[in-house]
T-cell receptor, first 114, second 111 residues
Framework: EAGVAQSPRYKIIEKRQSVAFWCNPI?????LYWYQQILGQGPKLLIQ????????DSQLPKDRFSAERLKGVDSTLKIQPAKLEDSAVYLC????????????FGQGTRLTVV | GQQLNQSPQSMFIQEGEDVSMNCTSS?????WLWYKQDPGEGPVLLIALYKAGELTSNGRLTAQFGITRKDSFLNISASIPSDVGIYFCAGQPSGVNDMRFGAGTRLTVKP
């Protein structure tokens, strides 16, 4: 079974630029999460999708962050414009069911904003 | 924000020693999970707990879901160098349909 795929692995951008991350969850997994992990901290939930609908985006900074999962499969997370404090690893995770919690994570995208 | 208090923050142990770490919360959790994260990788699930009082083992790892549903611990027996990494507790708070993470315990094993 293929795991959660994320790209790119690394990205360096200047502040005020835009960036997008892509995630392809495990086949058949209905629930998809995006997490932000700042160095030295645990992952912090940004947004949760169930199929193509948003379940929880209460912690997503909507003035600059957006995410979509149009066909209920892969997802993109965008930051526009980026700030220095957005430097972090962005992790995507997927779960088979709507409320199951055995999440499988991708390797993450390490973003550096300079 | 984070609802989980994970301790200790870091541990330095000798190979062969046993390790214990725990996670507590002020609110009730429906699920407790323990993950390990290696540098440059995403977290990998070690153990999942779904019932209060549940005690589950995975090789040298043992975890328990506290009776009060507000805590969980993870034990590693006879540590080996490849146990090095950051261990995270995570859980699904009651009434919430997502997963929250602790700040992690960084484990160093000296040969």
């Amino acid at each position: 079974e293929a795991g959660v795929a994320q790209s790119p692995r690394y990205k360096i951008i200047e502040k005020r630029q835009s960036v997008a991350f892509w995630c392809n969850p495990i086949s058949g997994h209905a629930t998809l999460y995006w997490y932000q992990q700042i160095l030295g901290q645990g992952p912090k939930l940004l947004i949760q999708f169930q199929n193509n609908g948003v379940v929880d985006d209460s912690q997503l900074p909507k003035d600059r962050f957006s995410a979509e999962r149009l066909k209920g499969v892969d997802s993109t997370l965008k930051i526009q414009p980026a700030k220095l404090e957005d430097s972090a690893v962005y992790l995507c995770a997927s779960i088979l069911g709507p409320s199951g919690t055995e999440a499988f994570f991708g390797q993450g995208t390490r973003l550096t904003v300079v | 924000g984070q609802q989980l208090n994970q301790s200790p923050q870091s541990m330095f142990i000798q190979e062969g020693e046993d390790v214990s770490m725990n996670c507590t919360s002020s609110s009730i959790f429906n699920t407790w999970l323990w993950y390990k994260q290696d540098p440059g990788e995403g977290p990998v699930l070690l153990i999942a707990l779904y019932k209060a009082g549940e005690l589950t083992s995975n090789g040298r790892l043992t975890a328990q879901f506290g009776i009060t549903r507000k805590d969980s611990f993870l034990n590693i027996s006879a540590s080996i160098p490849s146990d090095v990494g950051i261990y995270f507790c995570a859980g699904q708070p009651s009434g919430v349909n997502d997963m929250r993470f602790g700040a992690g315990t960084r484990l160093t094993v000296k040969p």
